[in-house]
């Protein structure tokens, strides 16, 4: 399986693209992602994730939870990639990135047209897609008992 998270929150304004940091709420994103994915525990076994700073911040952020180091990847950097090329071999696998170029892997991989929301996950295996989680869903995820 592949899970796709788009990053948190971040800020709108910073010296380019590539440096816009998390915002509080953002990084709260990323937690709950991080805590929900824990409780749901699907046994992924690496990261990688766009070396830009708000999507660095949130892979970190979820893989503190998950026991895993985030690897930058420049093909998560921003435009279209193909998820299964990308991590072929590497079972379960979070790729963290960007908007719509996670919503257009999604539709590579599977045909299905979705639109991520910041801090929303996607869970796809060859050509299903298995879930289209909100951030909402992850935090009541991340907090049940």
């Known amino acids: 399986m592949i899970w796709l998270l788009r990053h948190g929150d971040a800020e709108d ?3 380019d693209d590539a440096s816009r940091p998390l915002t509080a709420k953002g990084k709260r994103q990323a937690r709950a992602a991080g805590a929900a994915l824990a ?19 949130t892979a970190r952020l979820v893989c503190d939870a998950l026991g895993i180091e985030a690897e930058p990847s420049e093909a998560l950097r921003g435009g279209d990639f ?5 991590v072929r071999g590497n079972g379960e696998i979070l790729l963290v ?16 047209r979705v639109e991520m929301k910041k801090g ?26």
Request: hydrophobic residues 50%; aromatic residues 0%.
């Open 120 to 145: 929303g996950l996607a869970i796809i295996d060859g050509s299903v897609l298995h879930a289209l989680m909100r951030p909402d869903a992850l935090r009541r995820i991340a907090e049940l008992d």
């Open 82 to 86: 193909d998820p299964a090329a990308l």
């Open 39 to 57: 409780k749901l525990d699907p046994g992924i076994e690496a990261c990688l994730t766009s070396p830009k700073v708000r999507a660095v911040a």
């Open 97 to 112: 990135g960007h908007e719509p170029d996670l919503s257009r892997a999604v539709q590579l991989a599977t045909g299905a």
């Open 13 to 15: 304004i910073a010296d």
